[in-house]
C-alpha cells in the first residue's frame, strides 16, 4: 500500500506492506534508526514517537494506520542548527540516563506529557511516565528532568 507521511517535517512517500509496524518503518525505509525496537509487545516504551503530537509505541501502530499523519521521532526534536529541544537538554542536565537504550522513547513520552498536563509534580510524571520502562536509572533523575523540563516550559 501506498502511504504518505510526514516525518519530522519531511514528507515520505512509500509503498508499505499492510502488516509493517511503525517502528519498522521508521527505522528500516526512513532510516532513522533513533527509535529504538525494544520488547515489541508495547510494554517498555522505546519505540515511542509523537503522532500528531501525542506520544504512541510505535509498535503497536502499523504503517498503513499513521498514512497522512504528522511524526515526531527523536531526531526530529533539536533545531536545524543542532540545538537540543528543552527536554533533551533536561536529561542531559540532569543525567537522566545511563546505558540510553530508553531515552529517546522517554523523551518523546516525556515532551507529550507535560504538554498535556501542565504543572506536573514527581508524583504526577511518575504516573505519567509509568509505560515506559528503564532498567538502569531508577528513574530519579529522569523524573528530575521531565519536572525541570516543565518547569521551564511553563515560564
Same mark, same amino acid.
Request: glycine share 10%; aromatic share 2%.
Given at each position: 500500500?501506498? +502511504?504518505?507521511?510526514?516525518? !519530522? ?5 512509500? #509503498?508499505?506492506? /499492510? ?5 519498522? @518503518? ?20 522505546? $519505540? ?5 503530537g501525542?506520544?504512541?509505541? =510505535?509498535?503497536?501502530? %502499523?504503517?498503513?494506520q499513521? #498514512?497522512? &499523519? ?9 533545531? /536545524?542548527?543542532?540545538?537540543?529541544h528543552?527536554?533533551?537538554? *533536561? @536529561?542531559?542536565?540532569?543525567?537522566? %540516563?545511563? $546505558? ?6 522517554? +523523551?518523546? *513520552? ?9 504543572? %506536573?509534580?514527581? *508524583?504526577? +510524571? ?5 509505560? !515506559?520502562?528503564?532498567? $538502569?536509572?531508577?528513574?530519579? !533523575?529522569? +523524573?528530575?528532568?521531565?519536572?525541570? *523540563? &516543565?518547569?521551564?516550559? =511553563?515560564?
Amino acid at each position: 500500500m501506498k +502511504v504518505q507521511i510526514t516525518v !519530522n517535517d519531511r514528507l515520505e512517500e512509500h #509503498d508499505v506492506e /499492510p502488516r509493517q509496524l511503525l517502528v519498522h @518503518f521508521l527505522r528500516e525505509t526512513v532510516g532513522l534508526t533513533g527509535t529504538n525496537v525494544g520488547c515489541d509487545t508495547s510494554s517498555c516504551g522505546a $519505540c515511542t514517537v509523537l503522532i500528531d503530537g501525542e506520544s504512541v509505541k =510505535s509498535c503497536t501502530v %502499523l504503517t498503513v494506520q499513521a #498514512d497522512g &499523519s504528522a511524526i515526531t521521532t527523536i531526531e526530529g526534536l533539536s533545531s /536545524p542548527d543542532g540545538d537540543l529541544h528543552p527536554m533533551q537538554e *533536561a @536529561f542531559r542536565e540532569h543525567h537522566a %540516563l545511563q $546505558c540510553g537504550y530508553c531515552t529517546p522513547g522517554m +523523551v518523546m *513520552a516525556a515532551i507529550s506529557l507535560i504538554a498535556e498536563n501542565p504543572g %506536573l509534580d514527581e *508524583a504526577g +510524571v511518575r504516573e505519567g511516565l509509568e509505560g !515506559n520502562l528503564c532498567r $538502569c536509572t531508577g528513574y530519579h !533523575n529522569i +523524573v528530575e528532568a521531565v519536572l525541570a *523540563a &516543565s518547569a521551564a516550559a =511553563s515560564r
